[in-house]
């Protein structure tokens, strides 16, 4: 995080002022840029999920990892996966295509590597005593079959040369993967998150299993469709913008299923999520992944996005979707699951709780920022106004998203810091529960407290 | 010609969604339902601790949901009426 959210606070210093990089070549912003969003996505808030879907896959199933050294050679391949992806967009080895820049060997990498992870998830899933799937198994999974296949297809590798078709297939193509490396992999991977842990810190059941099975296969139905609806204003053919549009809206039906289910969880129960920074952070993250999916909804009507498409804007909805949703889903998972892996408390509440405000106010803060820019800058391509005069109306516009992007740095500078100290900490004898009155509790009673939940788990079915 | 590629993907992809509706609906993974709400809860090692929000942080929260509702709401209202 710390490193992604420098190359974007790079990138936006380089916004204000050009020639801040000089002759530079690996750090200018065609460079710079591409490194930011695939260090946000590949080295931040994907490993961050699935780090919690390692933790949870095991315990939901009711077995071990299939795999511990399949695990451990997948976060080697998968660092040396981001070493790539700095080192050789930084040198400008790059297909220059959005989302999709990354050179054929990296491209290579990366399918074998969601393939190690898909088969120790499903061999784990093989090997598993509990007969029930719980719905975070199905996005894990799923999250992990679809990303293959999208990356596969959308980095068209059977043409490592160019990693491209050409002309418009190619860019039907490329958002088919430009939209879906977020909405069939962060979305899902979040969301199982989210279903496991907002239950466990409101010590509350799921409100509902069958509704989040059927906002599981909606959002398998609607979501691989709409990645045309950003090439609205281009000759795609008609029937796709049709498919693409009709499915955004549509999206609306997942989305809404998903946070009633989790609201609804989480009902009368806030204290318990408030007492929990895992729990803070993701429940905070449901609530942006409304804004999100509203937003891109809307965006995709044609009457809207001859403003909003192009410009700013989207960058504010994908900084809403990927920080704010994604992103605060990831830290909630690394803050919820990091002391109980470790077996360590969590060195420092304070600086959590601390990184959240850094967070929520860098999130909101983009938002509206951007939002303005966007709409300044749309408006005035809808007039057909020269991009020069545009320019320098939204030059201070550019600074404060500068310094928010210093605010979302500091954030991950303290985060970092934080979770070092965790795992670096000394062993605790004892848990330690934020907020508990009693503060500490033995820990051994972990399987007492389980059989005793279990226990009353059945009663109520049972009633 | 692009065609191919994306029939490809809708048949794999159909198939395997297919497969594994079929896997899941003949495995029984819809029903018990009740059960499985339950299943995040089994090895819950604590009570659950609760903290009160501080009115300052209550507002700002209402503050910053605000924000977000009205100005996507002014974006829509917006570029409703320019579009």
Redesign the interface.
């Known amino acids: 995080m710390m490193m992604a959210t420098f190359m974007g606070l790079l990138g936006a210093t380089e916004l204000i002022a050009p020639d801040l990089s000089g002759n530079l070549s690996w750090i200018v912003f065609g460079r710079v840029r591409p490194i930011h969003v695939n260090l946000v996505l590949f080295g931040f808030v994907t490993p961050g999920l699935l780090g919690a879907a390692f933790y ?1 896959l095991p ?2 199933l ?1 077995t071990d990892l299939y795999s511990e050294g399949l695990g451990r050679v997948s976060v080697i391949v998968w660092n040396l996966i981001l070493v790539c992806i700095v080192l050789s967009l930084a040198a400008g080895y790059s297909q220059g295509r959005e989302y999709a820049e990354m050179i054929w060997p990296v491209d290579m990498l990366i399918v074998i590597v969601f393939t190690l992870i898909f088969f120790n998830f499903i061999m784990t899933v093989a090997q598993r005593r ?7 198994v199905w996005y894990a999974c799923a999250a992990i ?2 990303t293959g ?1 999208t990356y596969c ?1 959308g980095n068209v590798i059977w043409r490592p040369d160019s990693g491209a ?1 050409v002309g418009i ?2 860019a ?2 490329l958002w088919f993967y430009g939209h879906n490396i977020f909405g069939l992999l962060l979305t899902p991977l979040s969301l199982g998150v989210a ?2 842990v907002i ?5 509350s ?6 509704l989040s ?1 059927v906002g599981f ?1 909606s959002l ?1 139905l609607v979501y ?1 469709h709409i990645g045309t609806h950003h090439l609205l204003q281009v000759p795609v053919p008609t029937w796709l913008k049709v498919i693409a549009t009709v499915d955004s809206v549509g999206m609306v039906i997942p989305v809404m299923v998903v946070l009633i289910n989790l609201w609804y969880t989480a009902k009368g ?4 999520i ?3 920074i895992g729990g803070k952070f993701v429940f905070t993250g449901t ?1 942006l992944y409304f ?1 999100v999916s ?2 891109g909804s ?1 965006m995709a009507l ?7 498409h192009f410009n700013n ?1 989207v960058i504010a909805h994908s900084h809403v979707g990927v920080l704010g949703f994604a992103g605060m889903i990831a830290l909630g998972g690394i803050y919820y699951i990091l002391p ?1 892996a470790v077996g360590k408390p969590l060195y420092s509440r304070y600086l959590a709780d601390f990184q959240y405000w850094l967070v ?1 106010i860098g999130v ?1 803060g983009f ?2 920022v951007l ?1 303005i820019a966007g ?1 300044i800058q ?2 005035a391509w ?1 007039n057909g106004e020269t991009i020069y005069r545009v320019l320098p109306e939204i030059h201070m516009y550019y600074i404060v998203r500068a310094s928010l992007g210093l605010i979302i740095f500091v954030a991950a500078v303290l985060g970092f810091y934080n979770i070092v100290r965790t795992i670096f900490g000394r062993p605790a004898e004892t ?1 330690v ?5 009693t503060r500490e ?1 033995l ?1 051994g ?3 007492g ?2 059989h005793q ?2 226990g009353l ?2 009663q ?2 049972a009633s | 010609m692009y065609f191919p590629y994306f029939v490809t993907y809708i048949v794999v992809g159909l198939l395997l969604g297919l497969i594994t509706f079929g896997w899941a609906l003949h495995s029984g993974q819809f029903r018990d339902q009740q059960r499985a709400r339950f299943l995040p809860l089994v090895r819950s090692e604590t009570p659950a601790a609760t903290s009160k929000f501080g009115r300052l942080e209550t507002y700002v929260l209402m503050g910053m949901a605000c924000i977000g509702l009205l100005i996507s709401a002014f974006t829509l209202i917006y570029s409703l009426l320019r579009g």
């Open positions: 949870f315990r939901l009711d509990e007969p029930l799937l719980y719905v975070s079959v679809l296949l297809l078709l297939p190619d039907i193509l279903y496991y239950p466990r810190v409101c010590r059941p799921l409100y509902s299993h069958t099975l296969w398998i691989t129960r806030l204290g318990e408030h007492a929990d609530i804004f509203i937003q809307m044609p009457q809207v996005q001859r403003i909003t804007w109980r929520l909101v938002t509206v939002t709409l749309g408006n809808f848990v529960v934020e907020g508990s009155p509790l820990a009673s972990e399987s407290l389980a939940e279990s788990a059945h109520e079915v």
